[in-house]
T-cell receptor, first 115, second 113 residues
């Protein structure tokens, strides 16, 4: 199947700083990518849909000014958590649909810890 | 509003026996369903899926059953193996939602020796 990578896999930062997470489709192009967040022992919650060349679409309750998404190319989407706070500590996962839009390939996730 | 629910947070099954994981949904616009397996600190791995036009799909040890009238699906794993121990999520997708998935709450499966 298709491969999606994320970088970094783990990041620890101080409160108030910004953190950028990269999501790459390695062997296919993705005009759309999805960003999810998972709190411990909870479900994966869709945060936003990243669209190449246009603005991201955010789910209800997700602050677009806090979670900046940039989909600059067909293989790269970035999520920037701005002015991070301890409550933003979570596991962030991206995904991209395959040629069959019913398929979706997930990255390995990024563990963010805000001190 | 949890549109996809997995009412059993955990399940323990002996090796060799059948594991049955259940999932219920409320949105009648969902037309495609998927099961993912997930280990801690890793992304979900796709297992098997089913379209709403079918009621069963089988792939090796994994079979998914869909009961549209009851808005219920289940994943059967037989025989269960210790390597199957993980958290299993069901997910649903609606028509024309550009692959947007709604995930269930997950069931932790423990396969014991």
């Amino acid at each position: 199947g298709a491969v999606v990578s994320q970088h970094p896999s783990r990041v620890i930062c101080k409160s108030g700083t910004s953190v950028k997470i990269e999501c790459r489709s390695l062997d296919f192009q993705a005009t759309t990518m999805f960003w999810y967040r998972q709190f411990p022992k909870q479900s994966l919650m869709l945060m936003a849909t990243s669209n190449e060349g246009s603005k991201a679409t955010y789910e209800q309750g997700v602050e677009k000014d806090k979670f900046l998404i940039n989909h600059a190319s067909l293989t790269l989407s970035t999520l920037t958590v701005t002015s991070a706070h301890p409550e933003d500590s979570s596991f962030y996962i991206c995904s991209a649909p395959g040629l069959d839009h019913n398929e979706q390939f997930f990255g390995p996730g990024t563990r963010l810890t805000v001190l | 509003d949890q549109q996809v629910k997995q009412n059993s947070p955990s399940l323990s099954v002996q090796e060799g026996r059948i594991s049955i994981l259940n999932c219920d949904y409320t949105n009648s616009m969902f037309d495609y369903f998927l099961w993912y397996k997930k280990y801690p600190a890793e992304g979900p791995t796709f297992l098997i899926s089913i379209s709403s036009i079918k009621d069963k799909n089988e792939d090796g040890r994994f079979t998914v059953f869909l009961n549209k009238s009851a808005k219920h699906l289940s994943l059967h794993i037989v025989p269960s193996q210790p390597g199957d121990s993980a958290v299993y999520f069901c997910a649903a997708k609606g028509t024309g939602t550009a692959s947007k998935l709604t995930f269930g709450t997950g069931t932790r499966l423990q396969v014991t020796l």
